[in-house]
């Protein structure tokens, strides 16, 4: 059984900064790739920004300059450093693994969520 368990949400003012984490365990062969989703009330949840195992990230354009993605393979964790934050952003993030485990070749899992709230 693979989890991953997410931290560092939390309510913040606009123009200030959030650091999130994302771990994953269980019996795990390869990470693929990593990454973090956002879904705001109402909308779809959407792509933030992904590192591959070999450091390729991806970012969503709505968050370049300002959000950076980061991981430890050794700890199976991704990072998201999210700087100058915008009320906009105000989502319930999502982490997603791509992952090969003892079941499954290639298959994808999402944490729980975390809020982040962006309001003075």
């Known amino acids: 059984q693979v989890q991953l368990v997410e931290s560092g949400g939390g309510l913040v003012q606009p123009g200030g900064s959030l650091r999130l984490s994302c771990a994953a365990s269980g019996i795990i062969f390869s990470i693929y790739e990593m990454g973090w989703y956002r879904q705001a009330p109402g909308k779809q949840r959407e792509l933030v920004a992904t590192i591959t195992r070999g450091g390729i990230t991806n970012n969503a354009d709505s968050v370049k300059g300002r959000f950076t993605i980061s991981g430890d393979n050794a700890k199976n964790t991704v990072y998201l450093q999210m700087n100058s934050l915008k009320p906009e952003d105000t989502a319930v993030y999502y982490c997603?693994?791509?992952?090969?485990?003892?079941?499954?070749?290639?298959?994808?899992?999402w944490g729980q969520g975390t809020q982040v709230t962006v309001s003075s």
């Open positions: 997603n693994a791509v992952i090969r485990s003892i079941t499954t070749v290639r298959s994808a899992y």
